[in-house]
């Protein structure tokens, strides 16, 4: 039986694995006893282990940092395969479907993780079982490897995995897009704030991870204002204080211009309309002053850059002012025409000068991948032989799973031109892209291991 058949027949157990997964609401969050990233966690790792014993694999489990499946019962790993089975946070009130619990629509399954990085896996997963079932035989042994603080951007799942197995030669994660990533800019997600003496402003709230645009944020105000309210403005009066919630638009942070951010919306209906003291403004304008209302490229910190690999984007993506305090955090992604240091020095220096404390920074260098080996080659002609369309690499801004591995490389499973909602409420993928991509994939694990 030919693979792409194999599959066909296979998508009602594709979809099944992939429900299971969806429905754990798998956020990292700290450690819980056993459980490093937390129960939930821990629960859609134990899922996905239990779904691969199911399906014929051998699967381990690294103390609930990572968990991994092998094609073969035994032999070290010529390709490995790395994927994250943790999601970022919900806004349910903005989903149009219950965002954990899968569901199916015109060919589109909906729920938190279908694209990022559930659908994915399973897609993987179930490449190597058509390659095991339709009798291919492989000379070395093929490792699907699923960590579970992908979203958190600390890659503790990932160094901890490597502390108790090695990993591949020769690596892939399907966490990004068609047809194959080799290089990715570099990325800093940094913190500031400090002390602020407002009048009126007693807290401001808003974001959720630092990697993605701010969707909703909310400030209470010690006193009634009037403002004009809309499907994005809100207001609620109550004891005499008044609390204006304002809502954006969601984006993954390496293309922040696809989003709005909430904060800017905030600070302009507070100028506009609160009738602040001179201290709440110049808080606002101090952060604006760092954040310009619109701008995504870091102008205002003097890092905006272009080059073959990309620009830079910056993203305020994370605020919090309570009892007089300040914490901001911040996520920028950089072209290879500077350094990690570089960046670290003019951030420093440009949120000194808006009169705020640095806290610190962390990040990565730029990712680059020579796209002329082998491994490369062989992941192009996968992708153009089932596809029929053309493969060639590319930059992107956004840190894959790889970023951090040695010769890594991102290959799907995104499809250029749809928006599959990442990040965002309503996230999706369709079934066709499901069954494509687990072809793509058991495709490159022939060549490269067959």
Same mark, same amino acid.
């Given at each position: 039986?030919?693979? +792409?058949?194999?599959?066909?027949?296979?998508?009602?157990?594709?979809?099944?694995?992939?429900?299971?997964?969806?429905?754990?609401?798998?956020?990292?969050?700290?450690?819980?006893?056993?459980?490093?990233?937390?129960? =939930?966690?821990?629960?859609?790792?134990?899922?996905?282990?239990?779904?691969?014993?199911?399906?014929?694999?051998?699967?381990?489990?690294?103390?609930?940092?990572?968990?991994?499946?092998?094609?073969?019962?035994?032999?070290?790993?010529?390709?490995?395969?790395?994927?994250?089975?943790?999601?970022?946070?919900?806004?349910?009130?903005?989903?149009?479907?219950?965002? !954990?619990?899968?569901?199916?629509?015109?060919?589109?399954?909906?729920?938190?993780?279908?694209?990022?990085?559930?659908?994915?896996?399973?897609?993987?997963?179930?490449?190597?079982?058509?390659?095991?079932?339709?009798? !291919?035989?492989?000379? +070395?042994?093929? +490792?699907?490897?699923?960590?579970?603080?992908?979203?958190?951007?600390?890659?503790?799942?990932?160094? =901890?995995?490597?502390?108790?197995?090695?990993?591949?030669?020769?690596?892939?994660?399907?966490?990004?897009?068609?047809?194959?990533?080799?290089?990715?800019?570099?990325?800093? +997600?940094?913190?500031?704030?400090?002390?602020?003496?407002?009048?009126?402003?007693?807290?401001?709230?808003?974001?959720?991870? #630092?990697?993605?645009?701010?969707?909703?944020?909310?400030?209470?105000?010690?006193?009634?204002?009037?403002?004009?309210?809309?499907?994005?403005?809100?207001?609620?009066?109550?004891?005499?204080?008044?609390?204006?919630?304002?809502?954006?638009?969601?984006?993954?942070?390496?293309?922040?211009?696809?989003?709005?951010?909430?904060?800017?919306?905030?600070?302009?209906?507070?100028?506009?309309?609160?009738?602040?003291?001179?201290?709440?403004?110049?808080?606002?304008?101090?952060?604006?002053?760092?954040?310009?209302?619109?701008?995504?490229?870091?102008?205002?910190?003097?890092?905006?850059?272009?080059?073959?690999?990309?620009?830079?984007?910056?993203?305020?993506?994370?605020?919090? !002012?309570?009892?007089?305090?300040?914490?901001?955090?911040?996520?920028?992604?950089?072209?290879?025409?500077?350094?990690?240091? =570089?960046? #670290?020095?003019?951030?420093?220096?440009? #949120?000194?000068?808006?009169?705020?404390?640095?806290?610190?920074?962390?990040?990565?260098?730029?990712?680059?991948?020579?796209?002329?080996?082998?491994?490369?080659?062989?992941?192009?002609?996968?992708?153009?032989?089932?596809?029929?369309?053309?493969?060639?690499?590319?930059?992107?801004?956004?840190?894959?799973?790889?970023?951090?591995?040695?010769?890594? #490389?991102?290959?799907?499973? =995104?499809?250029?031109?749809?928006?599959?909602?990442?990040?965002?409420?309503?996230?999706?993928?369709?079934?066709?892209?499901?069954?494509?991509?687990?072809?793509?994939?058991?495709?490159?694990?022939?060549?490269?291991?067959?």
């Amino acid at each position: 039986m030919e693979i +792409r058949e194999y599959l066909k027949e296979s998508a009602g157990e594709i979809k099944s694995a992939l429900e299971r997964l969806v429905k754990i609401p798998s956020v990292s969050t700290g450690p819980c006893g056993n459980h490093p990233f937390g129960n =939930e966690c821990a629960a859609v790792l134990d899922e996905f282990l239990a779904i691969a014993e199911e399906n014929g694999f051998t699967a381990k489990n690294y103390g609930y940092y990572a968990g991994s499946a092998d094609l073969l019962p035994e032999g070290e790993a010529k390709l490995g395969i790395l994927a994250h089975l943790d999601v970022v946070p919900v806004s349910e009130k903005d989903w149009s479907f219950p965002p !954990f619990e899968m569901t199916e629509k015109d060919g589109k399954l909906y729920g938190r993780g279908c694209e990022d990085d559930k659908g994915p896996l399973v897609a993987a997963l179930f490449a190597m079982k058509a390659v095991r079932e339709c009798g !291919f035989k492989l000379k +070395r042994n093929v +490792r699907l490897i699923a960590g579970c603080s992908e979203e958190t951007g600390s890659e503790t799942d990932i160094r =901890e995995y490597m502390k108790r197995a090695p990993m591949p030669e020769n690596v892939f994660t399907p966490d990004a897009e068609f047809p194959v990533i080799t290089t990715e800019k570099g990325m800093l +997600r940094f913190s500031f704030g400090g002390d602020a003496d407002c009048g009126v402003i007693k807290s401001i709230k808003g974001g959720t991870v #630092v990697n993605a645009v701010p969707s909703e944020v909310s400030a209470v105000l010690d006193k009634e204002i009037i403002i004009p309210q809309n499907e994005n403005i809100d207001t609620i009066y109550e004891n005499g204080s008044t609390t204006v919630v304002c809502k954006g638009k969601s984006a993954h942070a390496s293309t922040p211009e696809q989003g709005i951010n909430a904060f800017n919306v905030l600070f302009k209906v507070l100028l506009k309309y609160a009738d602040l003291p001179e201290n709440d403004k110049n808080m606002i304008n101090r952060l604006l002053r760092l954040f310009p209302d619109g701008e995504t490229d870091a102008t205002a910190l003097g890092l905006s850059q272009t080059d073959n690999s990309g620009s830079t984007t910056c993203v305020f993506s994370i605020i919090s !002012f309570e009892e007089g305090r300040l914490s901001c955090k911040a996520d920028m992604r950089f072209p290879v025409a500077f350094s990690k240091g =570089e960046a #670290v020095e003019k951030i420093k220096d440009a #949120v000194e000068k808006a009169g705020f404390e640095f806290f610190g920074a962390t990040g990565s260098e730029p990712h680059c991948v020579d796209e002329n080996g082998d491994f490369v080659k062989n992941l192009l002609q996968s992708y153009t032989e089932v596809t029929g369309k053309p493969g060639y690499c590319k930059a992107i801004g956004g840190g894959t799973y790889v970023h951090g591995i040695d010769g890594g #490389v991102a290959f799907g499973m =995104e499809i250029e031109g749809e928006d599959n909602h990442i990040h965002g409420a309503d996230e999706w993928i369709s079934m066709d892209a499901l069954l494509t991509s687990s072809e793509i994939f058991a495709n490159a694990i022939v060549k490269i291991c067959g």
